[in-house]
């Protein structure tokens, strides 16, 4: 009954190589988000989908590519791995368009990507 | 109370105790706040929200302050709990317009039982 959720969990690659995370949420909701949290817990927030397009791109390199096949799906992929790509990774999701005025922001439990 | 640097600031009480999570926040025109409790190895979670026409609001154990003249938020925790460590993040947003929700850099609460 997970409400939003990411796979993989754990993610350890080599500089350079191409990966991906999926985020799936049953919840029925329009918008999806991607977050990135750094090692001092700093959530910045990455990209934002409405039903399939996209909403909000916050200058995230081009090797970050997000794909919605759907309102209920929403992966990244990365080209090129640096090891400042080293972080966890939020999916989350909500009801409202653009700004989340009833706060019900809900997160997946992160994607821990090390890069080597 | 706050430090500065490389290190998540840290509030420890003891059990029992009552908690207050302070958050400055920058954006004169925000007018919408939430708090977000994480747990270690999970994703943030709603707590509690307050819009700008407020100045207080109360949840189950929970209290937000709000104080726009000083554009400073507080959360207070009445009767913390173990459950209650966690790192807690303010996040602040404008309900019109295509804005994403901003985090604060978060609080790390230890509960000392």
């Known amino acids: 009954d997970t409400a939003v959720s990411q796979t993989p969990k754990y993610l350890v690659t080599q500089m350079g190589n191409d990966k991906s995370i999926k985020c799936e949420q049953n919840l029925g909701h329009d918008t999806m988000y991607w977050y990135k949290q750094d090692s001092k817990k700093f959530l910045k927030i990455m990209f934002s989908y409405n039903n399939k397009e996209l909403i909000i791109n916050e200058t995230v390199p081009n090797r970050f590519s997000p794909k919605s096949p759907d309102k209920a799906h929403l992966n990244l992929h990365i080209n090129s791995l640096e090891l400042g790509d080293s972080a966890v990774y939020f999916c989350a999701s909500s009801q409202e368009v653009q700004t989340p005025s009833t706060g019900e922001l809900f997160f997946g439990e992160g994607s821990r990507l090390t890069v080597l | 109370g706050e430090s500065v640097g490389l290190h998540l600031p840290t509030l420890s009480v003891q059990e029992g105790d009552n908690s207050i999570i302070n958050c400055a926040y920058s954006?004169?025109?925000?007018?919408?706040f939430i708090w977000y409790k994480q747990e270690s190895g999970k994703g943030p979670q709603f707590i509690i929200d307050i819009r700008s026409n407020m100045d207080k609001r109360q949840g189950q154990r929970v209290t937000v302050l709000l104080n726009k003249t000083v554009k400073h938020l507080s959360l207070q925790i009445a009767a913390t709990q173990p459950g209650d460590s966690a790192v807690y993040f303010c996040a602040e947003n404008r309900e019109s317009g295509n804005t994403p929700l901003v985090f604060g850099k978060g609080t790390r609460l230890s509960v000392i039982a």
């Open positions: 954006n004169s025109a925000s007018d919408y």
